[in-house]
């Protein structure tokens, strides 16, 4: 299905479904309506889907008095994607948008995603969103794991736009090879209706994996074949101290009650790890390749061209794995094995290469030691982690100190964003004007620039 849209079709009666599924984060919730409400576009309607949580998230929608916000609310908890398929099954809009209970988006971004949709005439729209860490979020040392810090702003200030093809997003992004590519999943995007259920007519679900954006990015790439990906942000991706995303995938902490409440309702509803992936605790590198072979299995299973690499996903995973006693080390190893029961290639590939691996040279040093035959993973690894540091910082990323702009939600990221966007500096209010010299010197060096290059 090409991503164009039907000329003579009809359009419906609300343009734009903003659609936020909820779980008791009604203290983030507030300022995530906040921006969906400062819209100069009018029709559109915000569905707020609460799991089963208390009154107080309630509480919070009634606070707006606003006809534009349904709230519907689940009688027990689902799991994130049944509780994303109960959203989505109240929304009427004509293009959906999903966002979380701690994202928001930008002032009457609406407005321009509506004429971005009629000037390219597409089904689907991506953009790169603005990353924002809420003040509340713990940062204890994770050495694999870069975490931005507390109440920070990532913010895109390229203006681009891109064309790409799915048969080249898709394997990289199975793989863990591509990031920057970004899929056009339901989440922080906008798809049309018809995409949406023409997957759930193709698989019966709209979201079929513990990740439903992931997910979604999968399927829909597979449908459209080619999208457009804007590089700049219409929307803001928030990370705070109850976020799944940050539990289970930044700080990959098994323990932590949002991990095993998030673990147990996606087996219960049968959406836990893929059985070709191991329940090691390296989510943030699972992820990708689950949703990949998921979507996989429900929309083209016979499609010999998109398959994952499980040898360089299985290298990839030994190399990232950093438990702290061999124990450990010896229970992941055996569940990555048994996610490769289904291949008895793999097995023997894995028991010559692995069968005496450890990460542990000796079990009583405080040093770990790795084998020297994977050396070259570990210099290739980090060279690569400090090429994406270089990558992101002459792409464009810019890193502002949300506390020094006296910011410290997302409906406060939007504001500064709205006031100091294309870096018109003079129409900037007095309490968005504390800057450190070297801010306002690059402020003012890109805005030449962009002036220079004429965008």
């Keep these: 299905m090409e991503n164009k849209k039907v000329k003579d079709m009809k359009t419906l009666d609300v343009r734009f479904s903003i659609v936020i599924p909820t779980r008791e984060r009604a203290d983030t919730l507030e300022y995530t309506l906040r921006t969906c409400l400062y819209q100069d576009f009018k029709n559109y309607e915000i569905i707020v889907c609460d799991n089963c949580g208390s009154s107080t998230t309630k509480e919070v929608v009634d606070s707006f008095k606003s006809e534009k916000i349904k709230y519907f609310r689940s009688d027990k908890p ?44 597409v089904k689907a729209l991506c953009w790169t969103p603005i990353l924002y860490i809420w003040p509340d979020v713990p940062m204890p040392y994770k050495p694999n794991v870069p975490i931005p810090a507390t109440n920070t702003i990532k913010i895109p ?45 193709k698989t019966g679900r709209v979201f079929g994996a513990c990740a439903p954006d992931l997910y979604t990015g999968f399927a829909f790439a597979y449908l459209i074949k080619e999208y457009y990906v804007l590089d700049y942000p219409l929307s803001i991706m928030g990370i705070s101290s109850k976020s799944n995303g940050f539990a289970q995938y930044l700080l990959q902490d098994k323990d932590s009650t949002i991990v095993q409440e998030f673990d147990d309702l996606n087996v219960k509803a049968g959406l836990g790890w893929h059985p070709k992936i191991p329940n090691v605790p390296i989510a943030m ?27 360089n996903l299985i290298n990839q995973w030994v190399v990232e794995l950093k438990p702290d006693n061999e124990e450990k080390w010896k229970g992941y190893m055996k569940a990555i094995r048994i996610s490769l029961s ?8 894995f028991d010559s290469k692995f069968s005496n691996y450890s990460t ?96």
């Design 78 to 121: 689902l799991a994130m994607s049944d509780n994303w398929e109960l959203a989505l099954s109240h929304a009427v809009g004509e293009y959906i948008i999903f966002i979380g209970d701690d994202d928001g988006l930008l002032l009457n971004s609406l407005s321009k995603i509506d004429c971005l949709i009629r000037e390219l005439d």
């Design 157 to 201: 200030w390229k203006r681009g736009i891109r064309f790409l093809k799915s048969i080249n997003v898709i394997p990289k992004s199975a793989n863990n090879q591509l990031k920057s590519d970004p899929l056009p999943s339901i989440y922080h995007n906008t798809i049309h209706r018809d995409l949406v259920d023409l997957l759930r007519k």
């Design 360 to 455: 542990f040279l000796n079990k009583n040093s405080k040093h770990r030691g790795y084998n020297p035959k994977f050396l070259r993973q570990y210099i290739f690894l980090y060279i690569k982690n400090k090429v994406i540091k270089i990558d992101k910082k002459f792409r464009g990323i810019y890193e502002l100190d949300a506390g020094k702009f006296f910011v410290k939600d997302v409906f406060g990221v939007a504001e500064l964003y709205d006031k100091t966007n294309g870096f018109k500096l003079s129409n900037t209010s007095l309490k968005y004007t504390y800057l450190r010299l070297g801010d306002i010197l690059s402020a003012i060096g890109c805005g030449i620039l962009r002036r220079f290059r004429g965008k």
């Design 285 to 311: 590198s699972l992820a990708y390749p689950d949703a990949f072979q998921r979507a996989k299995d429900a929309l083209f299973p016979n499609d010999k061209n998109l398959n994952l690499n499980r040898k």
């Design 342 to 349: 289904d291949d008895m290639d793999l097995q023997k590939w």
